[in-house]
């Protein structure tokens, strides 16, 4: 397993090219399936998950090309609509296939996603969604056996203990946009993910209106056809940057993104003393203040502060000048980071899911061990900044979700390695 290795002290200066976003670009791979016709999207960033989504539409009998930043789904149709539980334990966006097999050929056959590192993740409200629209489901040897002799649209309320759910308003729209008549989905998640999906269902000649609000109102069309699609640039991506810069004190420029999908952070870098401007082509970001101020932090669906970044704003928060609160609404058990923090010299202390950050002068370079794709993150960032060298072990994680980091990240100064095992 690959490690990488991060000598600590680099400001981070330069320009950083923003990758097309994991979470939007999966969901509208398998929204594809939805037609027969063929399908370009691009701004489709060089990810392990992506290679894994492409991989779980060719076993489904698609034939799917990579070339560049393009992936062209090709006119055909599926020879089979069972996603295994090989392909599916590897990534639990997998569970996507489902609503678009069951919306376009009324069967599917999905693997039950398993446990998860950062906490359980039930699919009760996907399960609930496809009911609705009158999909009769069975749990059988590990599977999630999905079969309707008809989709009738129907009033859904889709909210959940944790309020929406991305992918279970993802996997209900894709079910309901060829059911007959009209499907009011209430409680839809609004990450810009989900609209991404919306829109590039509606270029497909879906019926959809409400976009970006927690109610999306589908009136049920008979066919849809091929579209092309350009995926949005990634705000996750774009987040850990924008601390990156803020942890070091350097300066970036983030290029082909914007600051709309990440109001939240920008909110709580401010209180840091992150300086923010607003450019057509992107985002510069610095700091203005010698040290980095405490802030509290609640992580919240969007377009609250999302879960995704609550690591990441952990290890700015470590060095940080006084007492921080981060607490976690999403994924009450989200916190595997902390005691590798802790590791670095942090002074951190977990309370139910509050944790309670109390700054340190400086971090100290240890060997780490990544456990989720954010947690890595998280790692990095911390490493970039602590005194000597931070060996971070497990790096598979970060290949699921942050294109070339290594390389984006040297261009702008830090020093960080690879050292293949
Ligand atoms: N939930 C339920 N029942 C369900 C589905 C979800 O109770 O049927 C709960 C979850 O347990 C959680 C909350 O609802 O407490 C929100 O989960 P959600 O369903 O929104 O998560 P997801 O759609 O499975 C996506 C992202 C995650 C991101 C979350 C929250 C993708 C592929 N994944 O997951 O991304 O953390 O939304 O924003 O879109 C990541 O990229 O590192 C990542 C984990």
Do not use: W
């Not at 489904?60 to 599916?88: C, F, H, P, Q």
């Amino acid at each position: 397993m690959d490690k990488l290795i991060v000598e600590g002290g680099h400001k981070l200066v330069g320009n950083i090219c923003i990758s097309g976003a994991k979470n939007a670009c999966l969901p509208i791979l398998a929204a594809a399936l939805l037609t027969e016709e063929e399908c370009v999207i691009s701004n489709v960033p060089l990810l392990k998950d992506v290679s894994t989504m492409i991989n779980i539409l060719a076993s489904l009998g698609r034939d799917v090309k990579k070339e560049g930043d393009k992936v062209i789904i090709a006119r055909g149709r599926v020879t089979n609509v069972t996603a295994s539980y090989e392909m599916v334990s590897t990534m639990r966006a997998s569970v996507a296939v489902l609503g678009p097999l069951i919306g376009r050929y009324r069967e599917a056959k999905v693997s039950f996603p398993g446990g998860c590192v950062i906490g359980p993740r039930p699919i009760d409200l996907h399960l609930k969604g496809l009911r609705a629209l009158g999909v009769d489901i069975d749990i059988k040897e590990g599977y999630i056996i999905a079969k309707a002799k008809k989709l009738k649209g129907n009033r859904i309320y889709l909210g959940g203990h944790f309020g929406s759910s991305v992918l279970a308003t993802d996997n209900t729209l894709m079910a309901s946009v060829l059911a007959e008549g009209e499907t009011i989905i209430e409680d839809a998640a609004c990450e810009p993910e989900v609209t991404d999906l919306v829109e590039f269902l509606q270029s497909m000649g879906a019926d959809i209106s409400g976009k970006g609000t927690p109610t999306l109102r589908v009136r049920g069309v008979k066919k849809l056809k091929g579209a092309k699609h350009s995926v949005i640039p990634d705000r996750i991506e774009t987040g850990t940057y924008m601390i990156g810069a803020v942890i070091t004190g350097g300066k970036l420029f983030l290029e082909g993104t914007t600051v709309d999908h990440n109001l939240a952070l920008m909110d709580k870098l401010h209180e840091c003393g992150g300086e923010i401007k607003e450019h057509k082509s992107g985002i510069e970001i610095s700091r203005k203040t010698n040290k980095i101020k405490a802030t509290d932090v609640t992580t919240l669906t969007y377009p609250g502060f999302p879960t995704d970044l609550q690591a990441q704003m952990m290890s700015l928060v470590t060095i940080g000048d006084g007492i921080s609160v981060i607490t976690e609404k999403i994924y009450p058990e989200r916190f595997i980071h902390i005691s590798e923090l802790n590791r670095m010299g942090a002074n951190i202390i977990l309370e139910g899911s509050t944790a309670i950050i109390k700054g340190v002068p400086s971090l100290s370079g240890a060997p780490v061990m990544a456990s989720d794709l954010r947690a890595s993150a998280a790692l990095v960032l911390a490493g970039l900044v602590a005194d000597g060298k931070t060996e971070i072990a497990r790096v598979y994680h970060l290949d699921r979700g942050y294109e070339r980091i290594e390389e984006k990240l040297t261009a702008c100064g830090a020093k960080i390695y690879r050292v293949k095992e």
